[in-house]
Every structure is written in C-alpha cells, then in structure tokens.
C-alpha cells in the first residue's frame, strides 16, 4: 500500500528518528551485555526473560515519548496541509487510517524487532510471551498517537502535548497503579495493569487498542478534509 510506504520511509528520513533508534540498540546492546554479567554474579538463573525484559522496560519507560514525538501528526498534518484532500479523491479513509497506522507500526515493529535479535545474542533463547507483550504495548502506543492526531487538528499542538504525554505517561501508570483514591479504577485503562503478571492477560491491551482504533476512525470518517 503506497500510504504505508509513504508513512515507513518518511520515519526513517527524519534525524529524529536515526538518533532515536541508535539509542535504542544502544540501549538494547548495553543492557544485554550488563545483563550477562550481573546474572551469574548475582547468582540468577540465566533466562531469556532477564533481556527482552529490559526491553520491555525501556518500551514502557521511553516508547510514549518516542512513538509520540516522531508520529504525533500522522494525521493531522495531512488535514492542516490540505493534502487529506488529495488522498481521499484516491482512496477510502479506512485505507488512508489503515495505510498511516501500519507505516508507523511496522517502523516501531522493525526496531524493537532488531533490539531483540541483538539481546538474542546474548540470552541465546527467545522469549515468545514477552516479545508478545512488547507488541501490544508498541500497538497501544501507535494507536493512541493515531488518536491523538485526529482528536487536536494543529500538528503544532500535538507535538507539544505529545512530547509531555510521552513523558508523563508511564509515570502516570505507575502512580494509578499504585494508588487506592477513588481514580485508582483507571488502572483498568492502562495497558501496565494487565502486563504484570506472567499470563495472558495483555493480550487485553490488543483489544483496547482495538477499541481505540474504532474511536480514531469513528472520528475521521466524520471530519472535514
């Protein structure tokens, strides 16, 4: 699909985007290096889990702040540049949605795709479930910016208050987890929630980028272009 070309080819032309992925195989190289080492010192049992673990934690920690700053106007710069006219005479606007979520999605995949390879070097097993959980949470992640993007129309904006959602929001998680006032429910909202345990329950964080997915459509279907 052309969109999603577009979108994949586009993120990897940004010095944004070339500083971010070298600090995440930078990260991911370091981690899994220092990890080999602490395991026998601290007397641990070598698993696959101790790597893409950490992986999973810089996702947590840092994927909002990545995935927002370099995709937060995937929609609404088309809209503002008048370009979302042009596309719509050419296709449908569940292609265009669809083009511009996967573009975004198979950039973040094809990155913390490699970080693993890099930490299977190391760990010489691959663990399917966390690898699993690491794709649920990129897809929340991706689909909340698609949301974002629709929901504020200046591109200008969106960056701003997606730059301080980024960084906010795996602090945010941790807090409500941790809370018991009366807004400790939102942890039912928060993709942390069903990813503590070492089950299937993430796989609850598909469906709610599901859900989220169906709201950013609902939205663009019934905007102006």
């Not at 790597?51 to 995935?67: E, M, Q, S, T």
């Amino acid at each position: 699909m052309a969109i999603t070309k577009k979108e994949f080819f586009q993120l990897f032309k940004s010095v944004k985007s070339i500083i971010m992925i070298v600090v995440l195989l930078v990260s991911s190289y370091y981690f899994a290096k220092y990890t080999e080492q602490l395991v026998p010192i601290l007397e641990l049992e070598q698993t696959s889990s101790w790597y893409a673990g950490g992986l999973l934690i810089i996702l947590l920690l840092f994927g909002p702040l990545f995935v927002m700053s370099l995709s937060h106007d995937v929609l609404n710069r088309e809209l503002s540049e008048r370009t979302m006219r042009f596309l719509v005479t050419k296709t449908s606007k569940a292609n265009i949605l669809f083009g511009k979520f996967l573009g975004v999605w198979i950039f973040w995949f094809v990155c913390f795709t490699v970080c693993y390879v890099i930490t299977l070097f190391y760990s010489k097993s691959f663990d399917g479930r966390l690898f699993l959980e690491t794709v649920s949470l990129l897809t929340y992640l991706v689909v909340i910016t698609l949301l974002l993007s629709i929901v504020i129309k200046s591109p200008q904006y969106t960056m701003f208050i997606g730059v301080i959602f980024g960084m906010a929001f795996s602090i945010f998680q941790m807090v409500i987890l941790e809370s018991t006032a009366w807004y400790s429910y939102l942890k039912y909202l928060m993709p942390l929630f069903y990813m503590q345990d070492e089950d299937f329950k993430f796989l609850i964080v598909f469906l709610q980028a599901a859900v989220m997915y169906s709201m950013t459509y609902f939205i663009f279907k019934r905007t102006d272009c």
